[in-house]
């Protein structure tokens, strides 16, 4: 049988607020798995879950982060009305704000396959098969966690989708960032995921059109499913 994974829409939700709604479904999942490695009497499983919500302004910035990637000052932050959270995922500094679609997948990997890598290669492939619906040619670039356009050719290389996972007893949280109507104004003040020299870009910038939240959430749960071989159970709209 296929792995279920429950798909939930969150809605505009604050970075902080969705951050521990995920720690707590993490948390239920890894309480699960220690009972069933103690021998203890217990009738539940782990629980997948594949979150979407967008976030107010917000600058983050993983465990491997540079502060000096942020350009601008505390001050500033507060004028222009974006808060700053440091985060316990991979990877160093980004920008989620309206206008991006946020997905925070909780999977527990050891019912898939038990490689960090793999899921992040996995994730990209996801993003890669949404934006080639919009006529869009993404991939990889060596060494980079994300998904990029043109990332092979010098001076033209712009990132699309940011990625960073925490990963505890094999069940992951965080996720990833598409930009799709995002404001790339916000990029301006950071040197995003830590990568000089490479630009920003958007689903819109791209094709020259706003594209409507809801549809690229429904490739990104189609592909999902494809791409994970599970079955994802209906969206439900959690506001």
């Known amino acids: 049988m296929k792995q279920q994974i429950r798909v939930k829409d969150l809605g505009r939700m604050p970075y902080q ?11 239920e999942n890894v309480q ?3 009972d069933l490695r103690n021998g203890l009497e217990t009738n539940a499983v782990t629980q997948h879950h594949l979150l979407f919500c967008e976030h107010p302004p917000v600058y983050t910035i993983g ?11 505390n001050t500033q932050l507060q004028e222009k009305g974006i808060e700053f959270v440091q985060t316990n995922r991979g990877g160093d500094i980004t920008f989620h704000g309206e206008g991006q679609v946020v997905g925070y997948p909780i999977i527990d990997l050891e019912l898939f396959f038990t490689d960090i890598g793999k899921y992040l290669r996995l994730l990209e492939e996801v993003i890669i098969r949404m934006l080639a619906d919009y006529g869009i040619t993404a991939g990889r670039s060596k060494g980079e966690t994300g998904v990029w356009i043109d990332a092979d050719i010098p001076g033209r ?3 699309i989708c940011a990625m960073g996972v925490r990963c505890s007893r094999w ?3 965080h996720g990833f960032a598409v930009n799709i109507n995002t404001n790339l104004d916000y990029f301006n003040n950071i040197i995003a995921c830590g990568i000089v020299g490479k630009q920003v870009t958007s689903l819109h910038k791209e094709i020259g059109r706003t594209v409507p939240m ?7 749960t189609r592909y999902f499913a494809e791409v994970f071989e599970a079955e994802l159970l209906p969206v439900e709209v959690v506001h």
């Open 157 to 159: 290389a712009r990132k």
């Open 171 to 173: 069940v992951t949280m």
């Open 214 to 220: 809801e549809a690229v959430k429904e490739k990104i």
């Open 17 to 27: 607020a969705a951050w521990d709604y995920q720690e707590r479904l993490l948390q």
């Open 32 to 34: 699960v798995k220690a």
């Open 63 to 73: 465990k491997s982060g540079h502060m000096e990637h942020l350009l601008i000052s």
